[in-house]
């Protein structure tokens, strides 16, 4: 997985300061599957994605999905576990603990952007 940050277009302070983005279909099959719970300002970003489940999952997330110009095009808030969700829309997802993406400020129509770290941290 590629470490980076989420951020809203037009700022320069990031809204998630620990994202990880998958880069492999294994990674964006497991997803947050066996992972301890993210904490405020992780998320994981699922490219490409237009549907997840928390089928096996032990706590909610919200979950963010993006179209091709990084826009939020639909926001599902506190999906609890063994849920399916899906918007045909998306191009990728943006998960983040319960009721973390109302707390930042992030509904639909905010454009995003992702930026890559260059020292990465050490995330779950």
């Known amino acids: ?6 951020y809203q277009t037009d ?3 990031p809204l998630l300061p620990r994202v990880r983005r998958t880069s492999k279909s294994l990674e964006r099959l497991r ?6 719970p993210l904490r405020p300002g992780e998320g994981l970003l699922i ?5 997840i489940h928390t089928l096996g999952m032990r706590y909610a997330i919200d979950v963010i999905y993006l179209d ?9 808030h ?12 998306a191009a990728m997802t943006l998960e983040v603990p319960a009721d973390h993406a109302r707390a930042l400020g992030i509904a639909e ?16």
Do not use: N, Y
Request: one cysteine or more; proline letters at 9%; hydrophobic letters at 40%.
């Open 47 to 51: 490219d490409p994605c237009r549907s």
């Open 11 to 13: 700022q320069s302070i």
């Open 31 to 36: 997803g947050l599957l066996g992972r301890r």
């Open 68 to 76: 091709r110009e990084w826009r939020v095009a639909k926001l599902v």
């Open 1 to 6: 997985m590629i470490e980076g940050q989420i």
């Open 109 to 124: 129509g905010v454009e995003l952007r992702w930026e890559p770290v260059s020292h990465p941290g050490r995330l779950p």
């Open 78 to 89: 506190a999906l609890k576990p063994w849920r399916l969700s899906a918007c045909w829309r």
